[in-house]
């Protein structure tokens, strides 16, 4: 049986994914007046339901600001002036706002992902969501595709770019030549396990919890749902922790005015995700360019996943309407700007990641450096404003 052919499309930029990285690229390049097709392999509702990060910073706010879809936003995110560090009895908060004069706002990933995805349908953009198959093909010339099948039919988008927005797990970084591409990573022997349940968070602000039985942060999405995280490890399953184990292993973690203000409930969402950093190096291969999570993986601890997706697609979109322009040097460009802030994110996510956690091999010696990391952390101006300035994020 033969597949029937769609009619050929042109447009100037495919997008592969419609997570945070697609979807703003989207926005920032229909904004410039230039043509962008997003191609997706799930549905939109798929899309919306996965819970992921929940911590915003200044950059990323003003992009979305600059797009007009900050509406919400603003009306329902909530601004946070400082983070709490918590170790066995003590707490140290970290004032982000006095030691930078910024801060961070907490607003789901899922809520910045149905903004994107409204503002994007009022604006009469082609998202194909639920594509089969998707590949990408001849970047190294003038004339890059993107092929697709969708409805029993097999559908070939041709491009002047393909933006690879399709995740650490998608088909465009795999498209490219393993000689052309370096990659760097590390896996860490430990996961987090999440919970979000519609009870009052614990505290106003974040707590990142360093514990001897192992991580823990506290955090949320409202004045009336929380997210919490523990470290587990990666040999454990979800069915084994139903929600009273969770709450007892999590209120085990905290100090004791948190203890006191625990409010447990139901779960309504649970899931386990390993923790990697993993960057690969250029992000640029002929006309294929890669953006978020399909080029680079900070693990969890710090926030950073879904800032660096926004300000890599930042410099992006400057990058190709540059190129629009008549100046394609921003492009060749593109990967070194990106990178330089990528690298200083990773190294900000695992010095996070490296201090809070209980690390297997390390024995009684790494605990020691830890704590006496962190009381260095609590008495020194010093270091409190070097971790305060990587939260809020490093300037674009
Ligand atoms: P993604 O959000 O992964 O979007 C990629 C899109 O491409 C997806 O919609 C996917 O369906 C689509 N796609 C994949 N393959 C194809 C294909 N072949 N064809 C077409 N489309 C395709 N960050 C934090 O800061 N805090 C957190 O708590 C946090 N939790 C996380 C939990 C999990 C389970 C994961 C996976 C990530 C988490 N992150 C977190 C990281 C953060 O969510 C990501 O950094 C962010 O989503 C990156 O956005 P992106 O658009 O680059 O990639
Ligand atoms: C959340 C996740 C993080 O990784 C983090 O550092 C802070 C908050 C969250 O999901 O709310």
Not at 277 to 306: Q, Y
Request: hydrophobic share 40%.
């Amino acid at each position: 049986m033969s597949t029937a052919l769609g009619k050929p499309v042109r447009t100037q930029v495919a997008i592969v994914g419609s997570g945070p990285a697609g979807l703003l690229l989207g926005q920032l390049l229909h904004k410039a007046g230039i043509d962008a097709i997003i191609v997706e392999q799930r549905s939109r509702e798929y899309v919306l339901e996965r819970i992921r990060a929940g911590v915003l910073e200044q950059g990323t706010v003003e992009t979305l600001e600059r797009l007009g879809v900050a509406k919400r936003l603003h009306a329902e995110g909530l601004v946070h002036d400082g983070v709490q560090l918590s170790f066995g009895e003590g707490r140290q908060r970290i004032d982000l706002k006095g030691l930078t004069g910024r801060n961070v706002v907490v607003y789901g990933q899922t809520e910045v992902t149905r903004d994107l995805m409204d503002a994007r349908e009022a604006g009469g953009a082609t998202t194909v969501y639920e594509a089969e198959d998707v590949s990408v093909a001849d970047f190294d010339s003038n004339q890059p595709r993107v092929r697709y099948h969708k409805d029993g039919a097999a559908h070939d988008i041709q491009c002047d770019f393909i933006a690879g927005c399709d995740g650490f797990h998608g088909v465009c970084r795999q498209s490219i030549p393993a000689s052309s591409m370096q990659t760097y990573e590390r896996v860490y022997p430990f996961g987090w396990l999440g919970v979000l349940s519609d009870t009052k968070p614990v505290s106003e602000e974040l707590i990142y919890v360093w514990h001897e039985r192992g991580f823990a942060l506290c955090s949320m999405r409202s004045p009336t749902r929380s997210r919490y995280y523990i470290q587990c490890s990666l040999a454990e399953r979800v069915e084994e922790w139903p929600d009273q184990r969770f709450w007892e292993e999590l209120r085990r973690r905290l100090d004791p005015q948190a203890k006191r203000d625990l409010v447990t409930g139901p779960s309504i969402e649970k899931s386990i995700a390993p923790l990697r950093s993993f960057v690969a190096e250029p992000m640029r291969f002929g006309r294929l360019l890669l953006a978020g999570d399909a080029a680079h993986i900070v693990p969890p601890t710090g926030a950073k996943g879904l800032n660096l997706a926004a300000s890599d697609v930042h410099y992006l979109s400057e990058a190709l309407i540059a190129y629009y322009r008549g100046a394609s040097e921003e492009l060749n460009a593109y990967s070194s700007r990106a990178l330089s802030r990528i690298w200083k994110a990773e190294r900000f996510s695992w010095w996070m990641t490296m201090l809070l956690h209980r690390l297997p091999d390390d024995g009684p010696f790494g605990q020691k450096i830890q704590q006496a990391e962190i009381a260095y952390l609590c008495g020194s101006r010093a270091a409190q404003t070097a971790m305060a300035e990587n939260y809020v994020g490093l300037p674009y």
